[in-house]
């Protein structure tokens, strides 16, 4: 693999791509209120909503390893751009559901098992392409930069789905979404920065894959952080639930749900700002061991609770201890990867994370069904307890872990 002579940096090339990302990422917080508020209205139940998220899964999880190998072999900036345009036709495809007053759930499910499709490609191509943006210098720098402003997006989304959604304009949440989309395609498809010339190589499309996986599992320390993530997420997850909620619980509609959304990141910023001052240098892995179990306690506390300040509070806690959790796996993962993995890397990182999200949700509407809203919240938050015990086992490497600086000797 070779690199460009002569990289051009450009430091409004960072402003750019990390103001694409904040909208697409908008986009989908946004799209995501509307979503799961107009489902649980035509349905009323919680299975419902977790088919929202196994819709989104379900692609995401066959087609995000593939994404990545194609990341590292065309320029991310052009993956990530089409992911994006595909994306803004599944918010015009809402807009036309909503239009003609469509009242059948299946029909949304099958527009967002393509914006399932769109969420596997831009996954790894937006995850691997800031390395290429910056010096490296200057990337630990750049991805506190990209984080910050990544929790503001999921801050103002979902507020701002809310309150549109709650003027009774659902038309307008998801034109606004299309127009995101687009506008945040056209940024990245001009962004400059080091350019990636990969060498011709006879390993097929599953051997290329399979070499990202088992760069992952001869890592203990990287797998351990990124699984410990998946399963904390998988079960402690609360966002499908969140509807119902502020619908039947909190009793707070549409603007509530916007604040409940919007409450796990604003935990999120405060602590990204805080870590971007104070960044984590000493004592890495207890430290992550000690977020996720805040995660579910946290988790556990909500499910209990009946007062919406309360529930705020106990939000903010979550999305504080994520992302955490977020920089220290973030770290790990970009710390410990050439270039010539960047794409297949993220890909394993993102079916990890970014796919046990929506496998959550699914599972939380299913627990939910099966055994009422609340139980399965507690369920999930003991639960997030008991793997955070188990992996300190699992991976002492892990636990061991002191600072950044002993990633370096793992590339």
Known sequence: ?????????????????????????????????????????MEKTALSLGLVGLCQFAPMFLLTLPAGDISDRYDQRKVYAWAARLQS?????????????????????????????????????????????????????????????????????????????????????????FLFFQVAAGIVIRL???????????????????????????????????????????????????????????????????????????GACLTALYLARYPLKQKIGPILFVSVAGFGIATIVFGLSTSFPLSLLCLGVLG???????????ALVQLATPDAMRGRVSAVSMLFIGASNELGEFESGVTAALFGTVPAVLIGGVGTLLVVGTWMKLFPGLRRVNSFDDVKKWT
């Open 1 to 41: 693999m070779s690199d460009t002579a002569h990289p051009t940096y450009r430091p409004q090339d960072v402003h750019h791509f990390v103001g694409s990302r904040f909208l697409s990422t908008c986009a989908m917080q946004v799209q995501s209120v509307a979503i799961g508020w107009q489902v649980y209205d």
């Open 89 to 177: 036709l599944c918010s015009l495809l809402f807009v036309a559901l909503t239009l003609f007053a469509v009242r059948e759930a299946y029909a949304f499910y099958a527009v967002l098992v393509l914006f399932g499709a769109a969420r596997g490609f831009a996954a790894p191509s937006g995850s691997s392409l800031l390395p290429f943006l910056v010096p490296q210098e200057k990337l630990p720098q750049a991805m506190a930069y990209n984080s910050s402003v990544f929790t503001v997006a999921v801050i103002a989304g979902p507020a701002l789905g809310g309150f549109l959604y709650a003027t009774g304009q659902p038309v307008i949440v998801y034109g606004l979404c």
């Open 192 to 266: 400059q920065g080091r350019r990636f010339t990969p060498e011709k190589s006879l390993a097929s499309r599953r051997e290329r894959v399979a070499e990202g996986i088992r760069f992952v599992k001869q890592r203990p320390v990287v797998l351990g952080a990124i699984s410990l993530d998946l399963f904390a997420v998988l079960l402690g997850g609360v966002t499908a639930l969140l509807p119902i909620f502020a619908a039947d619980i909190l009793h707070v509609g549409p603007l509530g749900l916007g604040f409940l959304r919007s409450a796990p990141a604003v």
């Open 320 to 330: 504080a201890t994520d992302m955490v959790s977020v920089n220290v796996r973030g």
